[in-house]
T-cell receptor, first 112, second 115 residues
Framework: AQSVTQPDIHITVSEGASLELRCNYSYGATPYLFWYVQSPGQGLQLLLKYFSGDTLVQGIKGFEAEFKRSQSSFNLRKPSVHWSDAAEYFC??????????FGAGTRLTVKP | DGGITQSPKYLFRKEGQNVTLSCEQNLNHDAMYWYRQDPGQGLRLIYYSQIVNDFQKGDIAEGYSVSREKKESFPLTVTSAQKNPTAFYLCASMAQSAHSNQPQHFGDGTRLSIL
């Protein structure tokens, strides 16, 4: 069955440090992968998406993600975290019939 | 600006009462979705609709009902049969795609609590 796993429930990083959020997927066909961000009490905002082609994709707010088929991973990265990046991050895979499966989310805390 | 509007932002339900959450989109999207979000559980799909007058159950449809009479509207009713309705509810829409490669667009959510 299609699924998305985000191994880290909560991550804390210092402001200015680099960030990597992990995402692993299970899907038999070509995956369409997405990262979303959610601020408290808000909806989800799309950060970036991968369909095909270049395995390193750039998104908004300085985020990027790398698709690695051999590892079934789509990790999100940012070179230098800002306090405003504190939020919950969701990885998702688009599956057949226009459905989408979400990971459980990773909550990011940014220390001053 | 195109987007998805959910209302109200906060809603309170009494025991035995049905309540309806509104979701309206002006993105001209065919597909619409309702998710329930509980702490630490991510998003769980309640119902979805890919065309007017048609909808399908998601993973946790029991105690919920929907209608899709207009393309832009997809209201969710939380019935008295839903024994644990306290949660954050998110509505989303998506342009149809033959390859399921379109992102979903989300509203700002409705927080439902029990009085």
């Amino acid at each position: 069955a299609q699924s998305v796993t985000q191994p880290d429930i909560h991550i804390t990083v210092s402001e200015g440090a680099s960030l990597e959020l992990r995402c692993n997927y299970s899907y038999g066909a070509t995956p369409y992968l997405f990262w979303y961000v959610q601020s408290p009490g808000q909806g989800l905002q799309l950060l970036l998406k991968y369909f095909s082609g270049d395995t390193l994709v750039q998104g908004i707010k300085g985020f990027e993600a790398e698709f690695k088929r051999s590892q079934s991973s789509f990790n999100l990265r940012k070179p230098s975290v800002h306090w405003s990046d504190a939020a919950e991050y969701f990885c998702a895979v688009g599956v057949y019939n226009n459905d989408m499966r979400f990971g459980a989310g990773t909550r990011l805390t940014v220390k001053p | 600006d195109g987007g998805i509007t959910q209302s109200p932002k906060y809603l309170f339900r009494k025991e035995g009462q049905n309540v309806t959450l509104s979701c309206e989109q002006n993105l001209n999207h065919d597909a619409m979705y309702w998710y329930r979000q509980d702490p630490g559980q991510g998003l769980r799909l309640i119902y979805y609709s890919q065309i007017v007058n048609d909808f399908q159950k998601g993973d946790i449809a029991e105690g919920y009902s929907v209608s899709r009479e207009k393309k832009e509207s997809f209201p969710l009713t939380v019935t008295s049969a839903q024994k644990n309705p306290t949660a954050f509810y998110l509505c989303a829409s998506m342009a149809q795609s033959a390859h399921s490669n379109q992102p979903q667009h989300f509203g700002d959510g409705t927080r439902l609590s029990i009085l």
